[in-house]
């Protein structure tokens, strides 16, 4: 991703020598809104840069620097617009000052505001995601534990319920909400005895029950 970034970097500085000595080698009048429209360029150009490290920072997840490809188009589209912007300020110098002025602000706070709106939409699927996570992170811990039970378990009786008891975790709802926490704590404090237990099957059984019943109240609370 750096060189990825350091190439685009150097794509974009070689565009910007390339269209600034167009636009001074150009045999045009250089009125004040060639001035106008050229400084909102250089500004577009500038943007780029702290639009890609925002999108693409370094300490977000890979998902993170996938959702921020929407926030970079729009940027990019932005420099586009622009540069169209000034081709028509620098060919046709007769146009006024304010036309300019106008012309590159709305560009600017147009392009501004999707990008705030498609950030603003990135930071909600993230904190969702970041929900779901901590949701369905307790059954994939309660797999975990069981799968380590099953491992070490010895007796041929008690690691075949082990292991049905693990498919039953394992295609139980993942998710979790407060209105069964209740119901998991009991189940976590099962699993934490069938660890020293004597009599497994006996805790197994319980749990069975514990799970049946948990993924009755999700199926309810749905």
């Not at 082990?162 to 909400?177: G, H, N, V």
């Amino acid at each position: 991703m750096k060189k990825d970034s350091s190439k685009g970097y150097i794509i974009l500085g070689i565009l910007f020598v390339l269209i600034s000595i167009i636009a001074f080698a150009v045999p045009s009048a250089k009125t004040t809104a060639f001035w106008v429209s050229y400084g909102f360029t250089v500004l577009a150009f500038a943007a780029q840069i702290t639009i890609w490290k925002a999108a693409f920072k370094r300490s977000g997840s890979l998902k993170s620097k996938f959702l921020g490809f929407p926030v970079v188009h729009i940027g990019i589209v932005y420099l586009v617009v622009q540069i169209i912007a000034f081709a028509i300020f620098l060919f046709i110098p007769v146009l006024p000052v304010w036309s300019a002025g106008v012309a590159c602000s709305v560009i600017a706070s147009t392009s501004a505001v999707c990008m705030i709106v498609s950030n603003a939409g990135r930071s909600e699927i993230e904190r969702g995601s970041a929900k779901v996570q901590k949701k369905t992170f307790y059954i994939k811990k309660l797999q975990t534990e069981v799968e380590t039970l099953t491992e070490a378990e010895t007796d041929t009786a008690t690691k075949s319920a082990l292991a049905q008891l693990k498919e039953k975790i394992r295609y139980s709802d993942p998710m979790s909400t407060e209105q069964i926490a209740d119901i998991e704590d009991q189940i976590t404090a099962k699993i934490g005895e069938l660890k020293s237990a004597t009599n497994k099957a006996k805790i197994i059984a319980e749990l069975n029950l514990l799970l049946d019943e948990r993924n009755r109240k999700i199926k309810i609370l749905k």
